[in-house]
């Protein structure tokens, strides 16, 4: 498809600098016209002046859309009851919302009849891949425009020359180097690069936005509950929440003692090593909570099967494949594994720390009757011997064998 044959764009569109700018350039590039969509998945800010900033620069189609719930309930939910982390740490708060974010993006270019969608990811970064895996995916013909990989725009000095030969505004603290890039969303906050490019450098505290630092968190620790149904949270000390709002009230929670934080150099699946910064306080106390839950209701081998997979899980989804058969037979596995895994946790916060103190289900795999130390009527303890000689002939034949 050349450029002559797109008509109609629809551009990923914060109602910041740069998508105002991609905005423009695609009219002069393309000769097209530009519907906007602006998600709100819990990055906090008010969305109404992205609405006002597409109506003057001339958009007629403007999307502004609620996905919260959708954000919370079909992608971070099923992502954790997998427990998934990035390299042993990471909790993908950023890779869990692209494919979500693609996902309208092609529902809407098949609304409004467009020929293309548009982002404004860069040619360094794993945004650019999980969005476009997404939407080859679900629409196999469109076309994807990625003006960072095809514009002369490379510094930010040549972006605000470009917004002002074109009457773009530029806010004041635009004119000069940001601290570093942020995105936000409902499960966290990621800071990289320019002042967080050294990884030897710390980052500075006044940075952070969703966590106090634990050393100023309270010095008396709270205790919650939450409860989980078939490996999902439902309610927080009692009181059922909707995802989004369960989400939003564990993010109080763990900001307020100071849990979540990240720092980490991570490996892009563009080839490079990164370091970010995270926040991630809600959704730092679900894995816990989730974890201790599991405990009790979740068999020793489906467990370990399932821990098996998480890496591969984990790494999927952070490279983009959300929407490839592969992790979808993985989600159905993991699933199946949470059909059980109903009860609830009792954590103490503390100081960024969260630690399992209490968990309870109404149909436990523990059973007290087995495992206590006191006089039993239901296990044999000389069984042991047999199950311990079993296991222990391959090796007594090794040794056998070694020692002639």
Not at 16 to 30: F, M, N, Q
Not at 77 to 102: C, D, H, Q, V, W
Not at 287 to 306: K, P
Not at 368 to 379: I, S
């Amino acid at each position: 498809m050349s450029k002559s044959d797109i008509k109609k764009v629809v551009l990923a569109y914060s109602g910041g600098l740069d998508t105002s700018i991609i905005l423009r350039w695609l009219r002069d590039a393309y000769d097209c016209e530009v519907v906007t969509f602006t998600a709100d998945i819990g990055q906090g800010e008010e969305l109404e002046p992205a609405r006002e900033k597409a109506r003057l620069m001339g958009i007629k189609e403007i999307y502004i859309d609620d996905l919260r719930e959708e954000f919370v309930r079909d992608f971070v939910f099923p992502m954790f009851r997998a427990n998934t982390l990035y390299e042993g740490t990471y909790l993908l708060g950023t890779s869990i919302a692209r494919p979500l974010i693609a996902k309208r993006l092609i529902e809407i270019a098949n609304e409004t009849g467009a020929d293309a969608i548009a982002h404004g990811a860069t040619g360094k970064g794993n945004d650019q891949v999980r969005f476009e895996l997404t939407a080859y995916a679900l629409k196999p013909d469109i076309k994807v425009i990625a003006p960072w990989r095809e514009w002369d725009l490379t510094s930010r000095t040549k972006l605000i020359d470009y917004a002002l030969q074109h009457q773009i505004p530029v806010p004041k603290d635009k004119h000069g180097e940001a601290p570093y890039s942020m995105d936000a969303n409902l499960l966290h906050i990621s800071y990289e690069g320019k002042a967080l490019e050294d990884p030897w450098v710390a980052p500075s505290e006044d940075m952070f936005r969703l966590t106090v630092s634990p050393e100023s968190a309270p010095d008396t620790p709270e205790i919650i509950e939450i409860d989980y149904e078939a490996g999902n949270p439902v309610a927080v000390n009692g009181e059922r929440l909707s995802p989004a709002a369960l989400l939003t009230k564990l993010n109080e929670l763990g900001g307020r003692h100071g849990i979540g934080r990240l720092d980490l150099v991570e490996n892009r699946f563009v080839g490079m090593k990164s370091r970010g910064v995270y926040e991630t306080p809600g959704g730092t106390i679900m894995l816990a909570a989730h974890r201790a839950v599991e405990s009790l209701t979740l068999d020793r081998e489906a467990q370990a099967l399932r821990d098996d997979i998480m890496p591969r899980y984990a790494r999927l989804i952070y490279n983009g494949f959300w929407f490839a058969p592969e992790r979808e037979m993985l989600q159905a596995l993991i699933d199946q594994s949470q059909e059980r895994v109903t009860g609830t946790a009792r954590l103490k916060l503390y100081k960024g720390n969260v630690t399992t103190i209490g968990r309870k289900a109404p149909r436990p795999l523990y059973r007290m009757d087995y495992v206590t130390f006191e006089e039993d009527a239901v296990y044999n303890q000389k069984d042991a011997e047999g199950f311990i000689k079993l296991n222990a002939l391959r090796l007594r034949l090794g040794a056998m064998a070694r020692n002639g």
